[in-house]
């Protein structure tokens, strides 16, 4: 499995689409596609190449900077597109856990995670021992989308729950880059080493989706710090007022909103 970033709106919005191929059949799937001018000139410079056989057109949400280039590239690939039902032009909803396949090696499990939006699915990819996760504006490298259509309760069930799930090991490839500005919220909440090392490496790299795991994500994420049944952080329950994890995961979004 192979997976290409695509940076989107640099120095705005900051997206990133995504194209992940099938070493083996050559098969590719587009994530995210916001952006035509950005994204076309890839995927024509691949396929016309021959690099890849282009099947696929996937968004994480409706949000109009991760599916609102899906009429323009349909123009161009007119192929399905799997999505939440409010995604435009989309031709497949994914069932919550169902399974499909990607080329001849990889298996693609979607994940309903209502909370940004009511139609967030997150896509586990796995490729033997190769797994990583696209996680749209759901989970970001050290924080979480805002709850937009959803609440906290939605929100702690996506992070703790379904997503936490995943194995450690597992690749995160959020649809933003937002991680200096999540670690300068993680500071105010939480000092740990994690936070400190996610901090180093985001001063000293631009692009920070994929080198970060499930596993990373649970010690340095404040988001992912509220579960009681894990190792918890008596400061961040102090600093909130809160103990029970959906009390301090909404204390905590509300905080980040504000700053």
């Known amino acids: 499995m192979h997976i290409q970033s695509i940076p989107m709106w640099e120095g705005t919005g900051n997206n990133y689409a995504y194209l992940v191929i099938d070493d083996k059949s050559k098969e590719a799937v587009i994530i995210d596609p916001a952006n035509p001018p950005e994204v076309l000139p890839v995927l024509k410079e691949r396929t016309e190449s021959g690099a890849i056989k282009l099947s696929t057109i996937m968004n994480t949400h409706h949000h109009h900077d991760h599916a ?4 323009e590239i349909l123009k161009h690939f007119p192929l399905p597109i799997f999505g939440g039902k409010n995604c435009d032009s989309v ?6 856990k169902s399974t499909f396949s990607v080329g001849e090696s990889i298996k693609v499990t979607a ?6 939006t009511q139609d967030s699915i997150c896509y586990f ?5 190769d797994r990583a996760v696209f996680t749209g504006d759901t989970l970001f490298i050290g924080g979480c989308g805002r709850f937009f259509e959803g609440n906290a309760d939605e929100m702690h069930k996506a992070l703790n729950e379904t997503l936490a799930s995943l194995p450690d090991d597992t690749k995160v490839y959020p649809g933003h880059e937002y991680t200096k500005g999540n670690v300068r919220f993680a500071k105010r909440v939480l000092e740990n080493d994690a936070i ?3 901090e180093e490496f985001a001063q000293n790299n631009k692009e920070t ?9 649970k010690q ?3 988001f992912m710090r509220v579960n009681l049944t894990a190792p918890q952080d008596p400061s961040i329950q102090q ?3 809160y103990e029970k994890p959906v009390d301090v995961m909404r204390a905590l979004r509300e905080m980040k909103d504000r700053a």
């Open 68 to 71: 609102g280039g899906n009429k």
């Open 91 to 96: 031709t497949n909803t994914p069932a919550h």
């Open 111 to 116: 994940l309903h995670t209502p909370c940004h």
């Open 125 to 129: 990819f796995e490729d033997g021992a």
């Open 196 to 198: 400190k090392k996610l």
């Open 209 to 217: 989706q994929g080198k970060f795991t499930i596993g990373d994500e």
């Open 220 to 222: 340095h994420n404040v």
């Open 239 to 241: 600093l909130v007022g």
